[in-house]
């Protein structure tokens, strides 16, 4: 008799407590993703790995391909599911700068601080020499840069080539402020604001092209064939930055026998050496560069894996960021902190052990430096668009993309109607404490700052998360100075929880995120026409371009 009335209160027990488990409420998962998040966070570990291990990672790198396969081997240990590298093409082969060395010889002695410009070869072995300074005409007509070149024929021969007069960078008096104000961050995301949405992403001035003027890529692409035909020994460019930032991209052609070896040295140290030479003394260096060509490199790869959803698994809410670098440091807030964070909140979910109705995809991009081109080939393979769309393309959500650096998320911008944001809002509104102040409705379907506009372009809910610009514009973004110890961590936790509960908000809901009706979609923006040819006339349809 007893065990029977021992069995019944154990059942009793169990019913009771079934109903209070079911009915866990939004304030409660909350709860456990800010404990997790603070706690039990494995955000800088992960940063560890994936900048100090790997780093740097460009694309069609071997150091890549290894943080790639890193990645996936730690979310399936976490328990994510279909963990997996996905191929695409990226038709270039891999390359990497294996050792630098470059020294003043005369009429000095000393050490310069330079970057090697990637997809350019090495110098197969030390190469002592004179330097010889060009000075470029600014914005010439294809004439006047035709003879200006006949000039320099005969004069580069065996030379090392200072390619452009020194910049001056003047001294910054009044730097940038490091994190918004919160007023400025809540008219950012304000959707009743007119001005909403403006700034955001990083990047250079745009050059304005004046008919009949060369731009500075079109004299840097006739430049590159002319040292090497003239028999000049190596490319030295002006960083042109201050405190000796160095940004070092690429040879735009990949083909490393139409450019010499380039470096980009610092502003400081061209700058004492253009001024040496305007005197009249010769100045004579010594560089040293060790570069390595992978074949196998034109295959790249997207990491990804997933938690499988419930009854409503066949959609799925993405997260991502890219996980290539340029190679100048360890791409830590460009963009191994935006990895780490989305792996990050998907390790929330799954560790406090909710079950999402829908799938929860973790993405880790390669080819952002290069155009999104990872990004752009998942999205064309597994989604295509609003305009030739696939099966999957009506089972996707959202995208979540973070790419600004180590600053907290302050808010997001989800391509779609007033009403998708609206959702996003609310799920957002918990952590307001934590600095993210809203979210706003864009229609942009232009290619450009980071991996969530591959599915806007395609008509798709990319969401760009805004955040604090701490030294992003200032100072790592592609710099030198992209490592480790400019993450903040406080920050990226703070990121990382707020992200996983917007996503476990939108892998819950009983409808998807609201998109823009058949009617209400906006065209894709023009494509770039030939010169002097008319643009096609396009829908007077507003596009409302960010």
């Given at each position: 008799m007893r065990s029977t009335l021992i069995v019944l209160t154990l059942c009793v027990t169990l019913l009771a407590a079934a109903p209070l488990a079911a009915q866990e409420t939004a304030a409660d998962i909350n709860a456990r993703i800010r404990k997790e998040g603070t706690e039990n966070s494995q955000i800088m570990k992960t940063m560890h790995v994936l900048t100090d291990i790997y780093g740097p990672r460009l694309t069609g790198s071997p150091n890549h391909k290894a943080a790639a396969e890193w990645a996936v081997k730690q979310m399936t240990a976490w328990g994510f599911d279909n963990g997996h590298l996905e191929p695409w093409d990226f038709g270039h082969p891999g390359w990497l700068n294996e050792r630098f060395s470059g020294f003043v010889i005369s009429p000095v002695k000393d050490t310069l601080s330079c970057e090697v410009v990637a997809w350019t070869p090495g110098t197969r072995g030390p190469v002592i020499a004179p330097v010889y300074q060009m000075i470029l005409p600014e914005k010439p007509t294809q004439e006047e840069f035709t003879a200006y070149l006949a000039t320099q024929k005969g004069k580069l021969k065996g030379k090392i080539v200072f390619a452009g007069k020194h910049q001056a960078v003047p001294v910054t008096l009044t730097p940038p402020s490091r994190r918004q104000e919160d007023k400025d961050a809540r008219d950012r995301y304000d959707p009743n604001n007119p001005n909403a949405g403006q700034g955001g992403r990083p990047g250079g001035p745009r050059e304005e092209e004046e008919p009949g003027k060369l731009t500075a890529r079109q004299i840097n692409e006739q430049l590159d064939p002319f040292l090497v035909a003239s028999g000049a020994l190596i490319r030295v460019n002006d960083a042109g930055r201050e405190h000796r930032q160095v940004r070092a991209f690429n040879n735009r052609t990949f083909d490393e026998s139409k450019a010499l070896p380039t470096v980009v040295m610092s502003n400081e140290d061209y700058g004492r050496i253009s001024r040496i030479l305007a005197d009249g003394t010769p100045v004579q260096l010594e560089f040293n560069i060790v570069n390595r060509r992978y074949p196998e490199g034109k295959t790249s790869y997207n990491a990804i894996a997933e938690?499988?959803?419930?009854?409503?698994?066949?959609?799925?809410?993405?997260?991502?960021?890219?996980?290539?670098?340029?190679?100048?440091?360890?791409?830590?807030?460009?963009?191994?902190?935006?990895?780490?964070?989305?792996?990050?909140?998907?390790?929330?979910?799954?560790?406090?052990?909710?079950?999402?109705?829908?799938?929860?995809?973790?993405?880790?991009?390669?080819?952002?430096?290069?155009?999104?081109?990872?990004?752009?080939?998942?999205?064309?393979?597994?989604?295509?668009?609003?305009?030739?769309?696939?099966?999957?393309?009506?089972?996707?959500?959202?995208?979540?993309?973070?790419?600004?650096?180590?600053?907290?998320?302050?808010?997001?911008?989800?391509?779609?109607?007033?009403?998708?944001?609206?959702?996003?809002?609310?799920?957002?509104?918990?952590?307001?404490?934590?600095?993210?102040?809203?979210?706003?409705?864009?229609?942009?379907?232009?290619?450009?700052?980071?991996?969530?506009?591959?599915?806007?372009?395609?008509?798709?809910?990319?969401?760009?998360?805004?955040?604090?610009?701490?030294?992003?514009?200032?100072?790592?973004?592609?710099?030198?100075?992209d490592t480790y110890e400019r993450i903040i961590e406080d920050d990226v936790k703070k990121s990382a929880v707020a992200i996983a509960a917007a996503v476990y908000a939108l892998a819950m809901r009983e409808e998807m995120l609201p998109r823009f009706t058949k009617e209400g979609m906006p065209p894709l923006p023009p494509k770039p026409v030939p010169a002097g040819q008319p643009p096609t006339p396009q829908p007077s349809r507003t596009s409302g371009q960010d």
């Open positions: 938690i499988s959803g419930s009854d409503k698994k066949d959609e799925v809410v993405m997260v991502g960021g890219h996980l290539d670098s340029w190679h100048a440091a360890t791409g830590a807030t460009d963009n191994a902190i935006g990895c780490a964070t989305m792996m990050e909140a998907a390790r929330i979910l799954k560790a406090i052990g909710v079950k999402p109705r829908r799938t929860i995809r973790v993405a880790l991009w390669s080819g952002e430096e290069q155009g999104l081109l990872g990004s752009l080939a998942y999205v064309k393979e597994h989604f295509g668009s609003f305009e030739e769309p696939k099966p999957e393309f009506n089972k996707l959500v959202a995208y979540f993309n973070i790419d600004s650096g180590t600053g907290r998320a302050r808010g997001a911008r989800v391509f779609g109607p007033p009403e998708a944001a609206t959702v996003l809002r609310e799920a957002l509104a918990p952590f307001a404490d934590l600095g993210v102040v809203g979210a706003i409705a864009t229609k942009g379907r232009a290619l450009g700052g980071s991996d969530n506009t591959s599915f806007s372009q395609a008509g798709l809910a990319g969401i760009g998360m805004g955040q604090d610009p701490i030294e992003y514009n200032s100072a790592t973004w592609h710099t030198n100075l």
